[in-house]
């Protein structure tokens, strides 16, 4: 069953949890360590109950570090821009920000939403290499490399809710 709305705040081996728009199976596998591969997040055998959930957890911050980087980077290659780092945290306030040194951050739970609405995060992000303020300007900029940007906004106000629900903090 796809984690839709996790009221009961359990995860299970089997469950599908959210990525990039697709459903991901929580597996088991007999290695000690968390790892993802293009169906599963793929956890150490016998877990259940927070040990899981912390887990799936990990699997996610996992995905997400890797593809959140060279997403970054590809899409700021398109732009003519040179991020200096790609970080991801946990923050639960902002799905991303942007240093005046041009280090882009991202929380983990961005690869929640889909593949359109993270390369809008991605892109806002960037936008700020060049803007750093919410000026019209910057909205211009994020216009140019993402047309109908206002609807990937509305698009993860309402993917917030949705994982606000699923209690993963």
Known sequence: KLMESREDSILRVGDTVRCLGEGRII?????????YDSEAFCVPEGL?????RRAVIQAYKLFARNY???????????????????????????????????SVNY????????????????????????????????WNEVRK??????RMKDKLKEV????QGERWD
Do not use: Q
């Open 68 to 102: 959140l980087t060279a997403r970054t980077y590809e899409i700021a290659r398109m732009m003519g821009l040179k991020p200096s780092a790609v970080k991801v945290n946990s923050a639960k306030t902002r799905w991303g920000s942007c240093s005046a040194r041009g």
């Open 107 to 138: 929380t983990w739970y961005a690869v929640m939403a889909d593949r359109e609405a993270v390369d809008y995060i991605i892109i806002h992000e960037l936008c700020h290499m060049r803007h750093m303020n919410h000026s019209k300007a910057f």
């Open 27 to 35: 597996r088991a596998h007999p290695e000690t360590t968390v790892s």
């Open 160 to 163: 917030w809710r949705e994982i």
């Open 145 to 150: 490399w993402c047309p109908g940007f206002e």
């Open 48 to 52: 259940e109950g927070e040990n899981l």
